[in-house]
């Protein structure tokens, strides 16, 4: 086992850790997880940009702008979504976070044809990978009647692959950024895994999507 990956298996265990606590203990730890989590990707997205966009002064205000008003919408419905139902925000989380590691086992394991080139990493096979495993947490959760009241198993299927294509496309666009940055991480604050924007590139997207299929559909 590598150092990095040693590394990498430990600070995700951590960040389970604090994640859990502040879901089941408090909702005002879990609010100031969310706007501290927030206010964190929004600096690391931020050196990002300007570093994308050196000479564009006009450009990098506007996503500024743009990031800021969004992880606004994020920890407004993450913290919605939680009030209604803590169950349902580790679901999310968990569909995540399968999602990426299905991804990062199968695309290793397999390999083939690349997905797109604003990733070279990503393979066809890892995101095929991503969808199936974002299914793994409705087999965990299938026992907890407060997931399946009123909707029905098909519609929880459906819902599940199109939160791992969001969460595929989030890490997709900050991937993008990255790659025009032409830096590997967002950051260095979590050993093994580079920045918090890096951990939860998908996340952001996926919650407040979230919240609007539940008002659309549900």
């Not at 600070?11 to 850790?17: E, G, I, P, Q």
């Not at 997880?33 to 506007?62: D, P």
């Not at 743009?66 to 349902?88: H, K």
């Not at 399968?98 to 070279?120: A, E, Q, W």
Request: some cysteine; proline content about 2%.
């Amino acid at each position: 086992m590598t150092k990095n990956l040693s590394e990498r298996i430990l600070t995700s265990l951590l960040l389970l850790f604090i994640l859990f606590i502040s879901i089941f203990i408090n909702k005002y730890l879990f609010l100031a997880l969310l706007i501290v989590s927030s206010f964190i990707s929004f600096n690391e997205f931020n050196k990002l940009i300007k570093k994308s966009f050196k000479k564009e002064i006009k450009y990098i205000n506007t996503v500024q702008i743009f990031s800021a008003l969004f992880l606004i919408l994020f920890v407004y419905t993450s913290y919605q979504i939680y009030g209604r139902s803590p169950i349902t925000i580790i679901w999310i989380i968990s569909i995540c976070i399968f999602s990426d590691t299905g991804g990062f086992v199968i695309g290793k394991l397999v390999g083939g044809k690349k997905l797109t080139k604003i990733s070279p990493n990503k393979t066809i096979a890892g995101s095929v990978g991503s969808f199936l495993f974002a299914l793994i947490p409705l087999i965990f959760l299938s026992l907890i009647d407060e997931i399946y009241n009123d909707v029905h198993l098909a519609q929880l299927v459906i819902v599940s692959l199109l939160l791992s294509l969001i969460c595929q496309a989030g890490d997709l666009l900050i991937s993008y950024f990255k790659r025009k940055a032409k830096v590997k991480d967002t950051g260095s604050i979590l050993p093994g895994h580079g920045g918090l924007l890096d951990r939860i590139d998908g996340l952001i997207f996926v919650l407040p999507a979230v919240f609007i299929i539940d008002k659309i559909i549900f």
